[in-house]
């Protein structure tokens, strides 16, 4: 099928494609140089109207707090498909790569912690994302972002509206919107090295019916790769990947006396990824850092996820608006992976634990008798479901001020059934010795019960402006664990149970300066939920940020210093950090995380007739210190001392995107940069074997539109070809993604 598909495409990716960069064939104004760098800086009306994290802000500048939106124009201008490598651009944002495509993004905020994406609050049109976002909220499922219209990060105060993560941030993934969305067809190719493809049509309609508007959206995507990592006899090591939604929307007619919307979306997301936990040793990687052992030949990941949301939305008048959503999603996945090594003594040696003993030769040679390699099915089935309210109250004078105020039942669980099985290695060829009883290696049910809510309410006095607010959350948590020979489960399981109470106040202040440049002060307590285990605390932290905003005629920008404090510190037994695979929760001490983020964009010809130069700089700056002792089994803590800075955690991290815009020609530019990462808490500079690369990476596209309706693209990702040791786990030494080129077209009618 994919040589099919490239022949096909081929031609066509060298001659079209669609983006907006007409306006530049005509000489620059003020307005369309404001429109510009709005692209970059500006918070789109539309989606904080419905699903926007900002809720009911016309704008950046009612934002209590740091908040930054990709909008549409800046998701086109790259067209990136990993989504670390998107947000990598943001200021705040820690992200740690492992497989080169973002397919499980490590994603963090403000030192928050970047392990699978577990520790910041994921929403997809306002609702939660993850496949169980209270019992299991590691993100092992990501939707494409090629798709969505806009991504909204928030990092400020006003982020008690959204849980139950709350102490490093909220990230929303805006899909495309019906309202005000044009009747349209969208079609975009592109194809890539390592035998890259990636096909999506999106069609709008809207038409009207006797009793108001109506719209519908189909939207469906395929990508995928053949891998740039090498295995013995050229086996894959990529993926395919098909993402698709659909929504249907009815809106009333404006003569109607109550003004409401309904709204259907269903989606589905089927992934089979070749990716393995097994990275390479020192002396492997030195020699090829895109190899990959053979003992990992039989790793794939194969997930399946369906969505259901219903919103309905009312407008009752212009002081009162309100809006419900009623959601359900289901995920299934099984990561069959390499776990660990079985000795001729039966005694079974963690994967992990291979790298720290330098036997990574077992991975690459032929098992002896009376061994085995051990590949372990990790057999997950993932619910969750729940309904949320959320209403706007707006009152005083010109309906300055308001009442924000939410509340949701949610319920979701995670089903383990697993087992491993044990293959030997022969001449480079796994081959299967003895299967496993499903669920010998875990067979239980976690789940959580929760009730949020939250108010918040703007307050506006000349030029200031106070936003105080509540949240609470209550969660009940439980597990049924039964007997690893009992796969009916017929028996009586072990049972425990957990429940928590918060309370998370918050307040953020605005103030307006005459030049209308705004500074602002939040401040809010963060939580993040413990788990079953009976002697678990939840984690809290109190959240500080202290800021300043500015817009001139060229240029904008904003400069945050940002201080949290966290006490009760969650811990997660992940495979993915060196553990068992548990994914128990424990407490560790406390920490800090303080630092600087500085955002800037503007134009650098404004007086040029014909041409346009955007740039856009942002710079990062954190320090997360350890401040009490402990000991823990989580890898990358064990002993701590006071004073020991976190691992995982660049200090340094900038991100720099300029353009070159003429007529129809666009050229982008984009250069990232990441400090070295220490892989084990300490205080002295970690030797390299302890520590990832610093990294710098630049990426280019080249577009050239030829109508109005499509525009060509060629681009290429990594374009020094730089290699670096990005991350040390799960297991073993990874690498970036070496240098990838690109062609692609994009059509819209």
Not at 222 to 228: D, E, I, P, V
Not at 618 to 629: G, I, K, P
Request: aromatic share 10%; charged share 20%; proline share 5%.
């Amino acid at each position: 099928m994919r040589p099919l598909f490239c022949a096909f495409f081929l031609p066509l990716s060298l001659a079209f494609s669609f983006v907006g960069y007409a306006q530049y064939a005509e000489p620059l104004t003020e307005d369309s140089i404001s429109a510009m760098l709005s692209q970059w800086y500006a918070l789109p009306e539309a989606s904080v109207e419905t699903v926007g994290l900002a809720a009911g802000a016309r704008g950046l500048d009612e934002v209590p707090g740091a908040l930054h939106v990709i909008s549409a124009a800046e998701l086109e201008r790259y067209a990136y498909t990993d989504p670390m490598r998107l947000l990598g651009t943001v200021s705040g944002v820690n992200i740690q790569e492992e497989d080169g495509y973002g397919l499980r993004p490590n994603i963090g905020l403000r030192g928050s912690g970047s392990e699978r994406s577990a520790r910041i609050t994921l929403m997809e049109d306002g609702v939660l994302m993850a496949p169980a976002p209270y019992t299991a909220p590691a993100a092992y499922y990501f939707p494409s972002i090629a798709r969505m219209s806009s991504i909204e990060v928030l990092k400020g105060s006003s982020q008690i509206a959204f849980g139950p993560q709350t102490a490093g941030g909220a990230i929303n993934l805006v899909t495309t919107p019906l309202e005000g969305t044009a009747s349209q067809l969208l079609y975009r190719s592109e194809i890539s090295s390592y035998g890259g493809n990636l096909m999506h049509v999106r069609m709008v309609q809207q038409w009207s019916g006797k009793n108001g508007m109506w719209g519908a959206l189909v939207e469906g995507m395929q990508l995928g790769s053949g891998g740039f990592k090498q295995l013995p006899g050229d086996q894959s090591t990529g993926f395919d990947k098909t993402d698709g939604i659909a929504k249907i929307r009815w809106t009333a007619a404006p003569e109607r006396r109550l003004a409401q919307s309904i709204q259907l979306k269903v989606g589905f997301v089927e992934e089979e990824s070749h990716e393995t936990y097994a990275g390479l040793s020192e002396a492997d990687f030195e020699a090829n850092p895109l190899a990959r052992y053979a003992a990992s030949a039989q790793d794939v990941m194969r997930a399946d996820q369906n969505q259901a949301v219903f919103r309905h939305e009312v407008k009752a008048s212009e002081r009162w608006q309100f809006e419900t959503d009623v959601y359900r999603t289901r995920f299934h996945r099984n990561w069959y992976k390499l776990d660990g090594y079985l000795d001729s003594t039966d005694t079974r040696i963690s994967l992990s634990k291979l790298y720290v003993t330098a036997q990574t030769n077992r991975l690459q040679e032929d098992t002896p008798n009376g061994e085995a390699l051990l590949l372990k099915a990790n057999n997950r089935w993932y619910s969750t479901q729940g309904i949320q309210h959320r209403g706007t109250v707006k009152f005083g004078s010109a309906l300055s001020n308001q009442v924000v105020y939410g509340v949701r039942l949610h319920e979701d669980w995670v089903d383990r059934f697993q087992w491993r099985d044990a293959y030997r290695l022969n001449s480079g060829n796994m081959g299967l010795v003895e299967e496993g009883t499903p669920g010998s290696a875990g067979n239980r049910i976690d789940g959580a019960r929760a009730f949020a809510g939250f108010i918040r309410s703007t307050l506006r006095f000349n030029n200031w402006t106070f936003t105080p607010g509540i949240r609470t959350e209550r969660m009940e948590f439980y597990r049924q664990s039964y007997a690893s020979d009992d796969p009916d489960r017929t028996g009586t399981p072990e049972e425990r149970s957990n429940a928590v109470a918060v309370w998370l106040p918050g307040i953020g202040v605005t103030y307006e300066l005459p030049n209308a440049d705004h500074a602002f002060l939040g401040i809010h307590r963060g939580f993040i939920p413990p788990g079953s285990a009976p002697n678990t605390r939840p984690e809290s932290s109190i959240n500080a940020e202290l800021g300043y905003r500015w817009s001139r005629r060229h240029s904008a920008g904003q400069l945050v210093v940002f201080h949290n404090s966290y006490a009760d510190l969650l811990g997660s037994d992940l495979t993915a950090t060196g553990g068992l695979g548990t994914g128990d929760l424990f407490n560790g001490g406390s920490a800090q995380t303080s630092g600087v983020e500085c955002e800037w964009a503007g134009e650098l010809a404004p007086n040029a007739a014909h041409i346009a130069v955007p740039l856009r700089l942002t710079y990062t700056y954190t320090l997360a210190r350890f401040t009490s002792a402990f000991e823990s089994d989580f890898d990358p803590w064990s002993v701590v001392e006071e004073g020991d800075f976190l691992p995982y955690l660049a200090p340094h991290q900038g991100n720099a995107q300029v353009s070159f815009i003429r007529g129809n020609h666009a050229l982008e530019i984009n250069a990232r940069y990441a400090s070295s990462m220490r892989v084990e808490a300490g205080q002295a500079s970690p030797e390299p074997s302890h520590a990832t690369d610093a990294l710098t990476v630049l990426d280019a596209m080249y577009r050239y539109q030829v109508s109005e309706e499509c525009t060509a693209y060629v681009g290429v990702n990594n374009a020094l070809n730089t290699t670096a040791v990005v991350a040390m786990r799960p297991a073993g030494l990874r690498p970036n993604m070496p240098r990838l080129l690109r062609a692609g077209i994009s059509i819209t009618l």
